[in-house]
């Protein structure tokens, strides 16, 4: 018979393979029988490991891998320590010393010293007294919901309860210290002799209000019982048999409080009362009133909004009805008056190519006269505003759009650009071909580029800016400019530049001046008149130059050479003279002894 010796090989390393897990499972049965005979004829407890690693690798005996123990926890417990950490397996417990630190789920603890007993789920902490008995690494605990340093803390993962002594901790825009406080699973606390503050030195502050028993409901409110206000340290007779204090974070809608006071002209006042609307994160609204005894009453309006990366501003808008004096006297005055600002700014990387920003300070002119919101604004007497858009478009073409206001409330003069518009292309070559094979041609050099500007104004007196003439006293007009350029060599070394511009205006707008001049009269006829019409001019000039390099040498000296450059350039430009009376823009005529004539003015 043939035997193959790599399967007897196979079948020995088995073999051998099975009985070292037998020996290895009868060691563990082994080692855990004594352990409970010298639990039970010893006197001496079961010495502690101490190990300086923040890895332990355990090894469970394979009773049952689909059974969980009674008290397992639901998550993985992370624990490090500075110092070292004792393990005291009988009892289940780990002895952290020096800047330890716990982590369950969403909990975060940290201290000097940190005891967990697993079996019960239940971890205890305090700080450590130094050399010179000041207690240090106080329990410093964190939640999803909470944050506070206590000196000893008590707690469960289990139940999420906690027994914690001495803490201080942040409610909303205030602090809060309990001597005694008891952790409910629903992250509530029970305070025992507390005191609330919002005074920034929250550990001995200067002035609190003392809490003999109350509630802590995170991020909603504290509901406290009887409490007494106590100043640097001193307890006074001001106290309420029962205390309630928002502790939201963030904003939240409620009323807003209105200010009071009396005015010489409007009687006595409400100022400033109305309601704050916290929207969501992103916009808020706050709708604010004022009125007077004597009849006068304002209503705002005023609104902030903010999204990262993207764009923020705020909004005011204000109108007043003002009584001045006795209402039913005849030097009474009633002025309507409003008033708007709004600031818009957009962040650079939401649109590289594009941006949009706005800054509108507009209003009738004796507003800030009766409701200033400062001082500035009552001294100030010129009001500008400006809404503009620019954009970059396929990386040749600019375009911007701008809505300007200017107002002063001295002259009352209002002007007004609505819009101004503004368009240009890049430098581009109309004969060039796409796929160059050798040098250009004299042709290929001629580039050219466009722009616009369009505008439309009108200045009035601010009374009459909303009138029903409003279109016909509007001023506006189209401006086109394109420049055509062309450089080559010539002979070798000279350079000839030429230069082409054509302008073209447009207008809806003409005022025709017609004179008459005659033996015995001479007068002159000014008319607007309306409908489209334009005006063209154009211009050429050209420019050769050449450059003339030369160097004179100096035999002796510290100078050894003087290098000198020559440029002489001959220039030459035309301008026709548009007053010629075939371009249109003049005529006369003349009949006898009389003369006459146009003028067009765009």
Not at 491 to 514: D, P
Not at 567 to 584: Q, R
């Amino acid at each position: 018979m043939i035997t193959n010796n790599k399967n007897i090989k196979k079948v020995v390393k088995y073999i051998l393979t099975l009985i070292f897990i037998l020996l290895r499972y009868c060691f563990i049965i082994y080692a855990q029988n004594n352990e409970d005979s010298l639990k039970q004829n010893s006197g001496f407890a079961k010495p502690s490991i101490k190990v300086d690693t923040l890895l332990l690798i355990d090894t469970i005996p394979n009773k049952d891998l689909n059974k969980t123990s009674d008290y397992a926890l639901e998550s993985k417990v992370e624990y490090k320590a500075k110092d070292s950490i004792s393990f005291d397996i009988s009892e289940q417990k780990v002895y952290m010393f020096v800047n330890g630190e716990i982590k369950y789920e969403d909990i975060t603890l940290k201290a000097d010293y940190i005891e967990v007993f697993f079996k019960n789920d239940i971890i205890q902490a305090r700080g450590m007294a130094d050399t010179n008995g000041l207690i240090k690494g106080k329990p410093d605990y964190t939640d999803a919901s909470s944050h506070f340093v206590a000196e000893t803390i008590k707690y469960s993962f289990k139940t999420k309860k906690g027994f914690i002594t001495n803490i201080v901790t942040e409610q909303g825009d205030g602090f809060m210290q309990g001597a005694i406080v008891k952790k409910l699973p629903d992250n509530s606390a029970l305070f025992k002799n507390g005191i609330y503050t919002t005074c920034d030195y929250h550990e001995d502050p200067h002035f609190c209000i003392h809490l003999t028993k109350a509630k802590v409901i995170p991020n909603d409110k504290i509901v406290s019982g009887p409490a007494y206000l106590v100043i640097e340290s001193v307890p006074t007779p001001l106290a309420i048999p029962f205390g309630f204090f928002p502790n939201k974070k963030g904003r939240t809608s409620g009323i807003l409080i209105p200010a009071y006071g009396e005015s010489a002209n409007r009687g006595f006042f409400l100022e400033n009362g109305g309601y704050y609307f916290a929207i969501n994160d992103y916009i808020d609204l706050a709708l604010r009133g004022d009125i007077y005894s004597r009849g006068s009453w304002a209503v705002k309006v005023s609104s902030s909004y903010n999204k990262r990366y993207k764009y923020n501003g705020n909004i005011n808008i204000n109108y007043a009805e003002n009584y001045l004096g006795e209402r039913e006297l005849p030097d009474s005055q009633h002025n309507k008056d409003f008033f708007i600002k709004w600031s818009h700014n957009q962040d650079q990387r939401a649109r590289p190519n594009s941006r949009f920003s706005a800054n509108v300070n507009a209003g009738s002119s004796s507003y800030n006269t009766y409701n200033p919101s400062s001082a500035s604004d009552y001294l100030t007497n010129t009001f500008q505003s400006n809404i503009s858009y620019q954009a970059f478009i396929a990386r040749k073409y600019n375009f911007s759009a701008n809505f300007r206001h200017s107002q002063n409330t001295l002259t009352h003069i209002v002007d007004l650009n609505l819009p101004e518009i503004a368009f240009s292309t890049d430098r581009f070559y109309p004969f060039r071909k796409k796929n160059k094979i050798g040098e250009n041609k004299w042709y290929e050099n001629i580039s050219l580029t466009y722009s616009m500007n369009a505008q439309n104004r009108i200045s009035s007196l601010d009374s009459l800016i909303f009138s029903n003439n409003i279109f016909k006293r509007m001023q506006n007009g189209v401006h086109h400019n394109i420049p055509v350029y062309n450089s080559f060599k010539i002979f070798k070394y000279f350079t000839l530049n030429n230069l082409f511009v054509y302008n073209e205006k447009w207008y809806l707008q003409t005022i025709k001046k017609a004179w008459f001049n005659n033996l015995d009269t001479a007068y002159l006829k000014i008319d607007t008149i309306n409908g489209f019409k334009a005006a063209r001019d154009f211009s050429f000039s050209s420019t050769i130059n050449t450059r003339i390099y030369g160097m004179y040498k100096f035999n002796k000296g510290p100078i050894i050479a003087i290098r000198h450059v020559v440029s002489p350039a001959i220039s030459f430009s035309w301008h026709p003279d548009f007053s010629k009376y075939y371009y249109g823009y003049y005529y006369y005529t003349l009949n006898g002894n009389a003369t006459s004539g146009y003028l067009f003015y765009f």
